[in-house]
């Protein structure tokens, strides 16, 4: 599955971050990637938003390596300011296992891809356009196997 969708306000793209969050299912992943002022943070408020919770709670997580939202439904970590030796301590891979939702901006910083992951791409159009591509890596994994069913 990939989506593309243009934004043209800070809201537009909270708005396509709620839609993501009300199709996705639990333990999943959203990896984000843009450059500085992006809109990363802005999609993730959206996606808690659009789970049910308060955008108020939403904030950068600078003090705190990694954020949980509404009792554990959506956790937010941003990588930007971590060492590779950091990321590797946060033990994200066990945060999905709860069932909640992670959110990781900055995910370029992984130093291994996440399972169930969908990835959201967020280019900078000039001015306050933004677009986004939003790409389901476990379904394009399985689109790219071989397909054997004539042999
Ligand atoms: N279409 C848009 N979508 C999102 N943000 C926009 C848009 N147009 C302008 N902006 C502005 O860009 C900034 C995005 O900030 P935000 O903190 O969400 O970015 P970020 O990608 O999380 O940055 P960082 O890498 O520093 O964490 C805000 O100041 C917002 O008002
Ligand atoms: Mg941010």
Known sequence: MIERRVSHSEDDTAAIGADLARALGPG????LYG????????FVR??????????DEVSSP???????????????????????????????????????????????????????AVSVRISDG???RRELQITDDARS???????YSDR
């Open 28 to 31: 999943r992943v959203v990896l």
């Open 35 to 42: 450059q500085l002022g992006a809109g990363k943070t802005a």
């Open 46 to 55: 959206g996606f808690a938003e659009g789970r049910g919770i308060p955008s």
């Open 62 to 116: 600078t003090f705190t390596l990694i954020q949980e939202y509404g009792g554990g439904a959506v956790y937010h970590v941003d990588l930007y300011r971590l060492t590779p030796e950091e990321v590797d301590d946060l033990g994200l891979e066990e945060l999905p296992e709860r069932g909640g939702v992670v959110c990781i901006e900055w995910a370029d910083r992984l130093p291994r891809p996440l399972r169930g």
């Open 126 to 128: 000039g001015g306050d």
């Open 141 to 147: 994994a399985m689109d790219a196997e071989p397909d």
